[in-house]
């Protein structure tokens, strides 16, 4: 009879200190996970320079849109813009159909490849809308977007 | 005989309660609603149809009460075993689904004019969908399992395995999300809604409450008094079998 | 001492069982992975067989067919125990519901989900995987799938006493396999998109963990429930 109950209470340990440890695994690895800067699937262009990537090689690029660069060439479908992380900038070519919501100073994520003058060759190009929801005029302009850059990254 | 002095009380307790919940869900409703409609601002983006917010945000904000109210009565039904508590998760339950199918057909058709289509994987829309196909488990759990006891205490479990889940899916739908479109990039210190948004949305809100403590009373009388008919018939059955034999 | 030694005994033994179970006739073990092989060739044919689409979405339809095999495997997990009435005398043995719970579960991913993460390499070959994605195609796969047996167990249990409760358990299950399958495509496609995939599996251990502590616990007691 004791001996069960021995072996019962061990057992309760046993499952006890099974969960705690992978309870306070689960919390490092997402503290480890979260902890680093490296959680995208995207570059900002700081590092695609940075990581010296070759032309051709397909990536996701995400930053701002630089404000004042946007343009339509004559064609009227292809569009050229450039996308920076307020540390560095790289020059953007488009043609398709851009979102609604794609303006200069907002983000956006394009993916597609570097060619050999190091434009950006973009097929496909992702806007989402800021969150903010505030009657018209009563929004400042992006201004600051760019003169805190940390907070600009903020992904 | 313990198990029907409890309900008793209970429907005392919601026909008290009852004529006031139905008229704060009028007068907030039509108060709301016409705020929501006329008398709010338009967004400096979206213009008009920011105001479909006023219809989804609140109904998104219920679909994730209501599933806590599964929670906390499958947290007590199992623990306490309050036989209260079996069935009010079975009376939230389908009030919650409609909450959420009513969040994704009111956010789909405001994705229309931001999105351009009626369907994003916006991180949210896509939580709100998986919260979705978890009331239908949760109801489909119910429907499957004959014996009441035991598919009270199986959703219940359910819901607690949710409860600890649901969290995890949000973040990772989120994150999925953010991988996969940009995050805002850009976001203003304080608070991101002004307030002459916020007092429709919240009038709302409190309709939207009001409504759900309407209907989930009526369900919660409805299957108490089902489950007393079926006692007195299952009673009545005995007893003629007994003669008979 | 003794009777500690003897319920880890049990413990190995109901495990032993499961998996010679599994790969006898007629088990579920085989089934699993014919399934894994033919479901995932089917999707060349579906989108048509260009090398650049089939690498694009390669990582994400290994992941979800794996995903949907384990899932056709589970619904017998618990059953058959269940119907012969073995599962009464399970329950009665020294390592408890719990213990039973998570021998059988652990039985099911080396019996059924391993054989599957061993095959992903050359369906990964035949959807045209860039090379650099091999390598963490199995590892994500290796540091995930536990927690689909895991998850899958709950839901299992939980539809055990439910006639043709297969479907039924495929809708309370499914919503519980969508974080795992992210953070393992998240991590293949991180790597293919020159980007770090070690936070992403970091986060996939993470729920897996999450499934360990979580996942005996209901199912065990979604098991006593239906003996009731």
Redesign the interface.
């Known amino acids: 009879m004791s001996k069960g109950l021995k072996s019962r209470k061990k057992q309760r340990l046993i499952v006890l200190s099974t969960a705690v440890a992978a309870l306070v695994g689960a919390v490092l690895l997402v503290l480890f996970a979260l902890g680093g800067d490296s959680l995208s699937l995207f570059l900002q262009p700081s590092s695609v320079l940075e990581k010296k990537i070759q032309a051709g090689q397909r990536f996701r690029l995400g930053g701002l849109v630089q404000d004042g660069s946007f343009k339509k060439l004559e064609d009227g479908l292809t569009y050229k813009f450039v996308v920076t992380d307020c540390a560095a900038d790289i020059p953007v070519q488009f043609k398709g159909l851009l979102p609604d919501l794609f303006r200069e100073g907002q983000g956006v994520v394009t993916e597609g490849a570097l060619d050999a003058t190091g434009t950006f060759m973009a097929d496909t190009v992702l806007a989402k809308h800021d969150e903010n929801y505030t009657p018209k005029g009563t929004m400042p302009k992006n201004v600051e977007a760019c003169e805190h850059p940390e907070k600009a990254a903020g992904y | 005989m313990h198990r029907f002095a409890n309900p008793a009380q209970f429907n005392r307790l919601a026909d008290k309660i009852l004529p006031w919940a139905i008229a704060i869900t009028v007068i907030t409703l039509v108060v709301g609603l016409y705020y929501a409609l006329f008398a709010s601002?338009?967004?400096?983006?979206?213009g008009s149809s920011?105001r479909m917010?006023y219809v989804h945000v609140p109904a998104a904000w219920m679909a994730m009460f209501v599933y806590g109210v599964l929670a906390v009565s499958g947290f007590v039904a199992?623990v306490w075993k309050h036989p209260l508590a079996l069935i009010s998760g079975k009376a939230a339950a389908p009030i919650g689904a409609v909450f959420t199918l009513l969040a994704l057909i009111t956010g789909s058709l405001w994705g229309k004019p931001?999105?351009?289509t009626y369907w994003e994987w916006?991180g949210r829309m896509t939580s709100v969908l998986?919260l979705f196909?978890?009331y239908?488990?949760y109801m489909?759990?119910w429907q499957?399992?004959e014996d009441e006891d035991?598919a009270g205490?199986?959703t219940s479990?359910?819901a607690?395995?949710g409860v600890?889940?649901l969290p995890?899916?949000k973040?990772?739908?989120e994150?999925?999300n953010?991988?996969?479109?940009?995050?805002?990039?850009?976001?203003?210190d304080g608070p991101?809604?002004?307030t002459?948004?916020l007092i429709p949305l919240l009038t709302l809100a409190v309709a939207y409450k009001a409504y759900f403590v309407v209907v989930f009373l009526w369900r919660m009388k409805l299957e108490i008094n089902e489950r007393k008919i079926s006692a007195l018939a299952q009673a009545a059955n005995v007893k003629v079998h007994h003669y008979g034999g | 001492m003794t009777a500690a030694v003897k319920s880890t005994g049990v413990f190995w033994a109901v495990v032993r069982r499961d998996i010679k179970l599994a790969w006898s006739q007629g088990g579920t073990g085989t089934m699993a992975l014919s399934f894994f092989l033919i479901a995932v060739s089917l999707f060349p044919f579906g989108v048509g067989p260009e090398p650049q689409m089939l690498a694009r979405i390669a990582a994400g339809v290994i992941w979800v067919v794996a995903l949907l095999a384990c899932l056709l495997s589970l619904d017998r997990l618990f059953q058959a125990d269940f119907e012969d009435g073995s599962l009464d005398d399970l329950a009665l043995s020294p390592i408890g519901m719990m213990g039973i719970a998570a021998a059988k579960t652990l039985a099911h991913w080396i019996s059924t989900v391993l054989p599957l993460v061993v095959m992903a390499p050359l369906l990964a070959m035949l959807m045209q995987l860039p090379n650099e994605g091999y390598l963490f195609l199995v590892v994500s796969l290796l540091i995930g799938t536990p927690a689909l047996s895991l998850f899958g167990a709950i839901g299992a249990a939980l539809t055990v006493s439910v006639r043709r409760g297969g479907v039924l358990m495929s809708l309370l299950v499914l919503p519980l396999y969508i974080p795992t399958l992210i953070f393992g495509v998240g991590a293949v496609d991180a790597v293919i998109l020159s980007a770090d995939p070690t936070p992403h599996l970091a986060l996939l251990g993470a729920v897996t963990l999450v499934g360990i502590v979580v996942s005996p616990f209901a199912t065990a007691a979604a098991l006593r429930l239906s003996l009731e």
Do not use: C
Request: hydrophobic fraction near 55%; charged fraction near 15%.
């Open positions: 601002p338009e967004d400096y983006q979206q920011v917010m199992l931001m999105w351009g916006d998986v196909f978890f239908l488990g489909a759990l499957g399992i035991k205490k199986a479990i359910l607690l395995v600890v889940n995890i899916i973040f990772s739908v994150w999925w953010t991988l996969h479109q940009p995050a805002s990039v850009m976001r203003l991101t809604i002004h002459d948004m």
